[in-house]
């Protein structure tokens, strides 16, 4: 009985924590920096619905109703969209969570946004963030055997600079994964 109270109110909390972002306008993002994701927090922080598919009692966790993502320092040298061996370690908890949700997710349901930094023209930019998300997929899918067709690379340019007062620096040359609202 206790459990169900617990998962109720963490649904109701949750619930009202999405509505409060979606009302804002503003995406949720579960934050891990430069250090390898943790599959089961990544996994609880996208996909909170499947804490309920095993269950043997009515649960109340919902899929969330605005956007989420993992804020991943996922960095690209200059100039570059290969995946060095650091990016590629830190893609291993984000490719056990998607690889368990196999076959439960819908077509470009993650998006996979590509940045760069402020160098160079708009369109060498959009074109790089591109690349970097197809190299991200193409890791993914090859790696963990995530359906490529449920992930969706998109790429920014130089739009949103996670820096914006350092253009140039490291940090705006990343990688984000977003899992689509409703």
Same mark, same amino acid.
């Given at each position: ?15 009202? !924590? *999405? +509505?409060?972002?979606? %009302? /804002?306008?503003?995406?949720?993002? $579960?934050?891990? !920096? *430069? +250090?390898?994701?943790? %599959? /089961?927090?990544?996994?609880?922080? $996208?996909?909170?619905? *499947? ?132």
């Amino acid at each position: 009985m206790k459990i169900k109270h617990t998962l109720a109110f963490t649904a109701l909390l949750a619930a009202f !924590g *999405a +509505s409060s972002a979606f %009302a /804002a306008g503003d995406r949720e993002t $579960l934050s891990v !920096g *430069a +250090s390898a994701t943790d %599959a /089961a927090q990544v996994e609880a922080f $996208l996909f909170p619905e *499947a804490e309920c598919e095993n269950s043997k009692y009515q649960c109340l966790a919902v899929r969330p109703s605005s956007e989420r993502s993992v804020g991943m320092e996922l960095r690209f040298r200059t100039g570059s969209a290969e995946l060095t061996p650091e990016a590629k370690a830190q893609l291993v908890g984000l490719g056990k969570a998607l690889e368990a949700r196999q076959g439960k997710l819908k077509p470009g349901e993650i998006v996979i946004e590509g940045h760069a930094d402020a160098r160079g023209s708009a369109e060498l930019n959009k074109k790089l963030s591109e690349e970097r998300a197809r190299a991200v997929v193409k890791h993914l899918v090859s790696t963990h055997s995530v359906d490529s067709k449920t992930l969706k690379p998109v790429g920014v340019g130089k739009d949103r600079l996670k820096d914006a007062s350092h253009p140039d620096a490291e940090i705006n040359r990343r990688v984000e994964l977003v899992r689509t609202a409703i």
